[in-house]
């Protein structure tokens, strides 16, 4: 049984010898997404001159809105600025938000 173990060990090891290494990226710079990602589609979106609201990225992804917001601070972690490009706010009686209010959100190119 074990030499069963250490035979496929062995092969692992040389399938791994032959890979290459990863290039090591600078210190504190950004992440690349890979390519053909969510990730990638949502950074396209925010880089558009006219930006990305909330509701037109989880409309593309498939994520839910709350999942967007939470995309942008991690964003923020990995060393992007996600800047308000326009706010807009309906009011509704009472002073309540009411339904239409977006936000449009854009990163630096």
Known sequence: MIGALD??????RTLLAG???RAAREPGAP???REGTKQEQV??????PE???VAQIAE????????????FAGLKKKGYAVQVLER??????N???AKGSYTVYSIAI
């Open 51 to 53: 930006g990305a609201t």
């Open 31 to 33: 992440r690349k997404p």
């Open 60 to 71: 593309a992804t498939g994520w839910a809105q709350h999942t967007v917001r939470g995309f």
């Open 19 to 21: 890979k290459p290494a």
């Open 43 to 48: 950074l396209a979106m925010l880089r558009r």
């Open 95 to 97: 002073k309540e938000g």
């Open 7 to 12: 035979a496929r060990m062995e092969a692992l």
């Open 88 to 93: 807009v706010r309906m009011v509704g009686p």
